[in-house]
């Protein structure tokens, strides 16, 4: 007994300095992760505040000399042309994709409800058949979907891309809460039935609240998603007037010259609203997403 006591307790520091250096290897991993992220949104930061000699100078100026929030300022007022478009570009991205977070939670919180509880011919392969979609780049649906809207006159409107967005967002947005309704326990909706609960009341007074991890986590990937397209922006807007931010900050561009103060001021600006909304409602998003992939 003593031997073989002895024996354990020789290959526990072993095991222990493996544990550790496995610990030690994520966190190194983590590390060089965040400065890989973080990195590029410091200089684009720093790179705003630059005046535009300063931006293009080599070898680069780490921090400039005289800091300025020139850029800002431009972009805020509404007095001048730039900051005229800038404003109503990122009104239209906030529109947009405000309106694209709430009709997919309006159609994927029913859906994905009625995928997790309810039996009917067809379930299983209409389930899959919406994930099918995205075995496809986005790309190859770019065409089509313009014949369509230019059919129903939807180009150079909004409602084009809310449309099309959420084609893109609904399945995922499906899929992620049908994984969380399949962890609420059935029997909490038939006790609420047995107390007299119609089947809508026991959704909306037992469901809904339990569900609301899983639902803000879509709201999250369905605001994010819209937030951030480009492709399609960029080819069903055409007018000033309607362009998003990730199509309307190429006007920085110019044939002979870009403002990288400017563009990287508008980026920066465009970054905040989305990392802010990621932050304040990450614990939501890592909950749904764990608790909607695991099946109790």
Do not use: C
């Not at 900051?83 to 009709?103: E, H, K, M, Y």
């Not at 893109?168 to 007299?196: C, M, T």
């Amino acid at each position: 007994m003593s031997t073989l006591a002895e024996t354990a307790s020789r290959g526990r520091p072993h095991r222990r300095m493996r544990v550790d250096g496995w610990r030690w290897a994520g966190r190194i991993f983590l590390l060089f992760m965040l400065i890989y992220t973080a990195v590029p949104m410091i200089w684009m930061l720093i790179t705003s505040i630059k005046s535009g000699f300063a931006a293009t100078q080599f070898p680069p100026q780490w921090w400039p000399n005289e800091p300025t929030l020139a850029s800002y300022k431009k972009l805020l007022d509404p007095q001048n042309s730039v900051g005229q478009d800038f404003l109503r570009f990122f009104w239209n991205s906030l529109f947009v994709s405000t309106v694209t977070t709430i009709l997919s939670v309006i159609v994927a919180v029913p859906a994905a409800y009625a995928f997790s509880r309810f039996t009917f011919p067809g379930r299983n392969f209409l389930f899959f058949a919406v994930l099918l979609r995205n075995m496809f780049p986005a790309v190859i649906f770019l065409v089509p979907l313009f014949i369509l809207m230019r059919a129903i006159g939807l180009v150079n409107t909004h409602g084009s891309l809310i449309l099309t967005y959420l084609t893109f967002g609904l399945p995922l947005a499906i899929w992620l809460l049908k994984g969380f309704y399949d962890n609420i326990p059935v029997q909490l909706e038939q006790a609420a039935r047995i107390d007299g609960a119609t089947r809508f009341q026991a959704f909306i007074m037992i469901v809904m609240p339990l569900s609301t991890p899983g639902i803000i986590a879509t709201a999250i990937y369905s605001f994010i998603g819209a937030w951030n397209e480009y492709i399609y922006a960029y080819t069903f807007l055409s007018k000033n007037e309607q362009l998003t931010l990730p199509v309307g900050i190429q006007r920085f561009f110019s044939e002979n010259t870009t403002d990288f103060p400017g563009l990287m001021a508008a980026s920066f600006m465009m970054s905040v609203p989305v990392v802010v909304l990621f932050l304040v409602l990450q614990r939501y998003f890592v909950r749904a997403l764990t608790e909607g992939a695991v099946k109790h």
